[in-house]
């Protein structure tokens, strides 16, 4: 039977999840900035698996540990204070609590378990390159032919996709009807004739994402998700389950530490200016956290995230993007050198990349909608303003 984790004090829990990251994550992956790859990851992946713990946040049922929201912030605390790298986990974290809402019996039991187990690795077939914030004018084109639709077109920033073995496409089914009405969502077997990739390099200079041409690929029909033309409101689904992961308070609460411990190396914390700037990014992380833990909350009730998510999008990657800038500004000369630096001495040696963690966050406001989509959404969804 599965462990009730949630009823575990929170004290024990933490020391089981940091005891288990201590004695089992590969040494060599901590603290890793750029997106790890799947072939570095296979083998965490593998003891996560066998412990149960690769979908914290999915329920009991479909092989996740069920967590509730505090339990969730402590997991989450914990990977990040041992440097535990984020996956190719798109499965996990993406489509795999579409499929709970939205996919057909034979789907989740078919997909679920297979995302679980790290047989197949997904990516996300969304962005075109003239239908990025505007992302309903999309053109990839999908055409029924038998018992096949058929896909043509292009897609670009599918992130790892050279690494991923399966991609959800969204494609225009209907081009005759309002924009958003013409829309559906399928599921695509990387191994399907007709598909080529060509990789991007990032800002930091890692194969991050990649231009993905779908020439005739045929998929079956059984691979649509949800009703036909009905994409839209799965695609919307998706982007506020994608929106939370973003959310997650991992990547700011890593710069924060690497701030502190610049910071201490550098005998900062005895300056007030400096210290009321710490301070001030500190709440800001603690206020990211309880509000990220609200929408944990939310999904494990089993509501779909609505356009309020926006808003912790928001404010975690600009909170992040303020505390890199601070972490520059604190390992001044040194930090604009990339790769790991020492600020410490040679005894006592504190080693940080703040260049790198920069760097990272730069794509944050972008990536998953831009900022000013986000507040363009609050503003009309949330706040009710006129557009
Ligand atoms: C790191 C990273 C990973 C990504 N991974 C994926 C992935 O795996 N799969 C995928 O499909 N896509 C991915 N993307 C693409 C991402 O979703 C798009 O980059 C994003 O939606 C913005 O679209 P765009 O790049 O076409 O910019 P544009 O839409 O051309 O926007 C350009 C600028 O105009 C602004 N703008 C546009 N419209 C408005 C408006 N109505 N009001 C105000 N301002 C506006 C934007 O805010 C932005 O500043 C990724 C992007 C990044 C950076």
Same mark, same amino acid.
């Given at each position: 039977m599965a462990r009730d984790y949630n009823a575990m004090t %929170?004290?024990?829990?933490?020391?089981?999840?940091?005891t288990f990251f201590e004695s089992e994550y590969p040494e060599q992956l901590r603290y890793i900035l750029r997106r790890a790859r799947w072939d570095e990851m296979q083998g965490w992946w593998g003891q996560l698996y066998k412990k149960g713990w690769?979908?914290?946040?999915?329920?009991?049922?479909?092989g996740g540990m069920g967590l509730n929201a505090? #339990?969730?912030?402590?997991?989450?605390?914990?990977?990040?204070?041992?440097g535990v790298a984020r996956p190719p986990d798109q499965g996990i974290t993406h489509i795999g609590p579409i499929l709970m809402h939205f996919g057909t019996e034979e789907q989740k039991k078919f997909y679920l378990p297979r995302a679980l187990s790290g047989e197949h690795i997904w990516c996300q077939g969304y962005s075109e390159p003239? +239908?990025?914030? %505007?992302?309903?004018?999309?053109?990839?084109?999908?055409?029924?032919?038998?018992?096949?639709?058929?896909?043509?077109?292009?897609?670009?920033? @599918?992130?790892?996709?050279?690494?991923? @073995?399966?991609?959800?496409?969204?494609?225009?089914?209907?081009?005759?009807? #309002?924009?958003?009405? *013409?829309? +559906?969502?399928?599921?695509?077997?990387? #191994? @399907?004739? *007709?598909?080529?990739?060509?990789?991007i390099v990032n800002?930091?200079?890692?194969?991050?994402?990649?231009?993905?041409?779908? %020439?005739?690929?045929?998929?079956? #029909?059984?691979?649509?998700?949800?009703?036909?033309?009905?994409g839209w409101t799965v695609a919307k689904a998706l982007l506020g389950f994608e929106r939370l992961a973003i959310g997650s308070p991992r990547r700011p609460a890593y710069?924060?530490?690497?701030?502190?411990?610049?910071?201490?190396?550098?005998?900062?914390?005895?300056?007030?200016?400096?210290? %009321?700037?710490y301070t001030a990014l500190k709440l800001d992380i603690e206020d990211l956290a309880s509000l990220y833990g609200r929408f944990i909350e939310q999904v494990k009730r089993g509501e779909q995230v609505g356009p309020d998510v926006s808003m912790l999008k928001?404010?975690?990657?600009?909170?992040?993007?303020?505390? +890199?800038?601070?972490?520059?500004?604190? *390992?001044?000369?040194?930090?604009?050198?990339?790769?790991?630096?020492?600020?410490?001495?040679?005894d006592t040696p504190v080693e940080?990349?703040?260049?790198?963690?920069?760097?990272? +966050?730069?794509? *944050?406001?972008?990536?998953?909608?831009?900022?000013?989509?986000?507040?363009n959404i609050m503003s009309r969804y949330v706040l009710g303003l006129p557009v």
């Open positions: %929170d004290d024990a829990f933490r020391t089981d999840v940091r690769v979908a914290p946040g999915w329920p009991v049922e479909w505090s #339990k969730m912030i402590i997991f989450i605390e914990e990977m990040e204070r041992h003239n +239908s990025g914030s %505007d992302l309903a004018s999309l053109r990839t084109s999908a055409v029924p032919d038998g018992d096949d639709f058929v896909i043509n077109g292009q897609k670009i920033w @599918t992130s790892l996709a050279q690494d991923a @073995t399966h991609c959800y496409v969204l494609t225009r089914t209907n081009p005759d009807v #309002k924009k958003q009405e *013409g829309i +559906s969502l399928f599921l695509v077997d990387f #191994k @399907t004739p *007709g598909i080529s990739l060509r990789p800002l930091a200079g890692h194969a991050e994402f990649c231009q993905v041409f779908y %020439d005739n690929v045929r998929v079956p #029909k059984a691979n649509l998700v949800g009703a036909l033309n009905k710069a924060l530490q690497r701030l502190k411990m610049v910071a201490q190396a550098r005998g900062l914390f005895a300056d007030q200016g400096f210290l %009321d700037r928001i404010w975690s990657q600009e909170a992040w993007q303020r505390l +890199s800038e601070l972490l520059i500004e604190t *390992g001044a000369e040194e930090a604009v050198l990339n790769g790991v630096q020492n600020y410490g001495s040679e940080v990349d703040v260049m790198t963690t920069f760097y990272m +966050s730069r794509p *944050g406001t972008i990536a998953g909608g831009s900022s000013e989509v986000q507040r």
